[in-house]
């Protein structure tokens, strides 16, 4: 059995409902389906949720909502009379007007509702179960999902042998309340409903055909990444690439569970398979899984004559950064110096405070910050223990004239980190891309 969720471009009006529906009879083993709220039909179009978000700030302030949620209610309206259904939506979204009105909304039951209509519609369209996320996702009083709980409710809701459609990004509190997970959160209610049913994998199908090797921004056309594992994947949304919702990760990850990336508008391209390891190698020359990275970064730097002797100079520095309640990514170092890189965006506000407490604590014979740094990671499994790869990195940047500011290679090897100028970051990026991939 398949778990598969598909994300809001896939729910966008009813070509997209068709498009999902030829999916899951493609193949029998799609049985239990996780939607989000319909998204964008063309770029300027809105998601629903966000939709929702703006409705109920409407509520908060005193302002009427009724022009956006007749614009809401009329999205769903219109899937469902193109689709030619006669599911009666129009009492659900009355009543929910009229709670609105009354102000007995919260603003999570408000934007949850997103994937609600959606998965009444879909539940509809395909005749398979409507299973509600409030009746098994629970949340603790925390907000963390009390995963034993959910997991047993779900396998007591779906009728095994019968398809499921269930609306992501929410669940319930104990006193029932809806509560919803961050945004981009129906990626984790796919994960565990995968968890909860011991599926043979989690089809996450989305608009690209899986996770690109490089920013489609930066890179004309980047091709997919075939097979990529967890701990790749981390290093690659770390460091700027956007994928999966982080909190998706580990319910399946726990249980084996194959994570398969699809494209709903190509779903005839394998797209892209996450797991925890691979065997065999699907392309023996490949020894770059993705290059990614971010840009506006700071480096602090100091130097201290005999600091390699000196016990503690470090310690000093980052006893600083955390009393300021910042969190370092890389500490690059010399033997008389050491960096810390981190987010300008981090340090910004108390930056001359911080400078100051550096100076006086850490008593360094030079102290400098320089800032507009992008951070490049070039990821892969496959050049731990193998020689010439950041020598090939290396020598690509020389050649196309790119100033390397800092390096850094975690111990498992798993990446090649560097600092850039913000000016040399798409370059840097395409120099990669071409040099390892094209070729
Ligand atoms: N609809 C929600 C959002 O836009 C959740 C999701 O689509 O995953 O964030």
New binding site residues.
């Given amino acids: 059995m398949k778990v598969v969720k598909f994300?809001?471009s896939s729910m966008a009006d009813a070509g997209q409902y068709r498009k999902v529906r030829d999916i899951l009879m493609a193949d029998t083993d799609r049985k239990v389906v996780v939607v989000?709220?319909p998204?964008k039909r063309f770029s300027g179009d809105h998601?629903?949720?966000?939709l929702l978000y703006l409705c109920y700030a409407h509520i908060q302030y005193g302002v009427d909502c009724s022009g956006i949620f007749d614009m809401i209610a009329n999205r769903y309206l219109d899937i469902r009379d193109e689709l030619g259904l006669q599911l009666r939506l129009e009492p659900e979204l009355e009543e929910l007007k009229r709670r609105i009105d009354a102000k007995q909304v919260t603003r999570e039951e408000l934007?949850s509702r997103?994937?609600y209509f959606s998965a009444k519609l879909m539940a509809d369209y395909l005749g398979f179960q409507f299973v509600d996320a409030a009746d098994w996702v629970k949340f603790r009083l925390d907000g963390t999902v009390n995963q034993e709980q959910t997991y047993e409710a779900l396998r007591n809701h779906v009728l095994m042998g019968y398809g499921a459609v269930i609306p992501?990004?929410y669940g319930a509190m104990p006193d029932g309340a809806i509560h919803t997970?961050s945004?981009?959160?129906?990626?984790i209610t796919g994960a565990l409903a995968a968890a909860a049913l011991d599926a043979a994998v989690y089809e996450n199908w989305t608009d690209v055909s899986g996770i690109l090797m490089a920013d489609p921004r930066l890179v004309d056309n980047p091709q997919a990444i075939p097979e990529v594992t967890y701990d790749e994947l981390r290093e690659l949304s770390y460091s700027g690439a956007q994928v999966l919702?982080e909190d998706s990760i580990f319910p399946v990850r726990e249980k084996n569970i194959p994570v398969n990336i699809r494209n709903t508008n190509q779903p005839d391209a394998p797209g892209t398979m996450i797991q925890e390891s691979f065997q065999g190698d699907c392309d023996p020359e490949r020894f770059i899984t993705g290059i990614t990275g971010k840009r506006d970064f700071s480096i602090i730097s100091l130097s201290k004559r005999g600091m390699s002797n000196q016990v503690g100079v470090l310690r000093r520095v980052l006893t600083v950064l955390e009393r300021h309640n910042i969190s370092v990514d890389y500490v690059p170092n010399g033997i008389d110096n050491v960096s810390v890189v981190l987010p300008t965006q981090a340090i910004e506000k108390d930056l001359y405070t911080i400078m100051a407490e550096i100076q006086q604590e850490a008593e360094p014979d030079t102290l400098d910050v320089h800032h507009h740094i992008a951070v490049v990671a070039a990821v892969g499994r496959k050049m731990a223990f193998r020689p010439g790869i950041s020598g090939k990195i290396f020598a690509a940047l020389g050649e196309s004239g790119i100033n390397i500011r800092m390096i850094n290679q975690g111990p498992d090897e798993l990446n090649i980190i560097f600092g850039v100028d913000n000016d040399d970051f798409q370059d840097a990026i395409r120099v990669l891309y071409n040099s390892f991939v094209t070729k």
């Fill in positions: 994300g809001g989000s709220a998204g998601k629903l949720t966000d934007v997103g994937e992501g990004f997970f945004r981009g959160g129906s990626d919702h």
